[in-house]
């Protein structure tokens, strides 16, 4: 009897949280180029083709990504597009405050981090750059809507259906968010310190979806932060 109580609080754990494992897997996907991988396999040979067509390819292949996550989601995204409608003041002006407090939050560390560590931006910061340079209008789409819509509903949203303490969620979401933009781009134990300017960021979205239970929010926040930098980097350089 406790046995089959057992198997049935982890089959109703599984149902209940089956966006949130999905969202891991498609993520993990995304991130290892798995559909440029099968493109490979029929023979189209990524790497071998010129740089336009090449960058058309992973614009393509992020585009499926996005859809598949609208298509998850977009109950959950209509509904927070109502009431964002419907309570349009109040959700603006927290959102503001919200990413307000996160850049600042951002900012400062950054600060702090650069006269520890003797450098003006995070590796993550100086890859993206580098690829703006190269890849601008791939980048701007990539950095202003694939990335937000990924991280929002992996950081902020499924996890706040896992972690039921409100203060718990804010941490661990803004801490694997921030540990997110590290991990691929860490030279030593030092880069880790960008975690924390990530990461209070990372927070600032995700308390905003705490106090609203708006996905949409985060979302669209992200993405105009998002955009803003991409475009001061397009246009500066």
Same mark, same amino acid.
């Given at each position: 009897?406790?046995n089959?109580?057992?198997?049935?609080? =982890?089959e109703?754990?599984?149902?209940?949280?089956? =966006?949130?494992?999905?969202?891991?897997?498609l993520?993990?996907l995304?991130?290892?180029?798995?559909?440029?991988?099968? /493109?490979?396999?029929?023979?189209?040979?990524?790497?071998? /083709?010129? #740089?336009?067509? #090449?960058?058309?390819?992973? !614009?393509?292949?992020?585009?499926?990504?996005?859809? @598949?996550?609208i298509l998850?989601?977009?109950?959950?995204? =209509?509904?927070?597009?109502?009431?964002?409608?419907?309570? *349009?003041s109040? #959700?603006?002006?927290?959102?503001?405050?919200?990413?307000i &407090?996160?850049c600042?939050l951002? %900012? &400062?560390?950054?600060?702090?981090i650069?006269?520890? @560590?003797k450098?003006?931006?995070?590796?993550?910061? !100086?890859?993206v #750059?580098?690829? @703006?340079?190269?890849?601008?209008?791939?980048?701007?789409f %990539?950095?202003?809507?694939?990335?937000?819509?990924?991280?929002?509903?992996? *950081?902020r949203?499924? /996890?706040?259906?896992?972690?039921?303490?409100?203060?718990?969620?804010?941490?661990?979401?803004?801490?694997?968010?921030?540990?997110?933009h590290?991990?691929?781009?860490? $030279?030593n134990?030092?880069?880790? /310190?960008?975690?924390?300017?990530? +990461? !209070?960021? +990372?927070?600032? *979205?995700?308390?905003?979806?705490?106090? %609203?239970?708006?996905? %949409?929010?985060p979302?669209?926040i992200?993405?105009l $932060?998002?955009?803003?930098?991409v475009?001061?980097? @397009?246009l500066?350089?």
């Open positions: 009897m406790k089959k109580q057992i198997s049935n609080n =982890k109703n754990w599984f149902i209940k949280n089956y =966006k949130f494992i999905s969202v891991i897997i993520y993990i995304y991130q290892s180029s798995f559909l440029l991988s099968v /493109l490979e396999e029929f023979g189209i040979k990524i790497n071998s /083709l010129p #740089r336009t067509p #090449r960058i058309f390819l992973f !614009a393509l292949t992020d585009l499926i990504y996005v859809i @598949i996550l998850m989601f977009k109950d959950e995204i =209509k509904k927070g597009i109502k009431d964002l409608k419907e309570n *349009f109040n #959700r603006c002006l927290l959102s503001l405050n919200c990413w &407090v996160g600042l951002m %900012t &400062v560390s950054s600060i702090l650069s006269f520890i @560590i450098q003006n931006v995070s590796n993550n910061e !100086a890859l #750059r580098e690829s @703006i340079k190269i890849a601008p209008l791939y980048m701007l %990539t950095c202003s809507i694939v990335a937000p819509l990924f991280e929002e509903m992996l *950081f949203r499924s /996890l706040a259906g896992l972690i039921k303490s409100k203060w718990i969620y804010i941490i661990i979401s803004g801490l694997s968010f921030g540990l997110l590290v991990l691929g781009s860490y $030279h134990a030092l880069d880790f /310190l960008y975690v924390i300017p990530y +990461g !209070a960021m +990372g927070c600032s *979205f995700a308390y905003l979806f705490s106090k %609203t239970k708006n996905i %949409t929010l979302i669209i992200h993405m $932060h998002n955009t803003i930098l475009m001061v980097q @397009i500066g350089g």
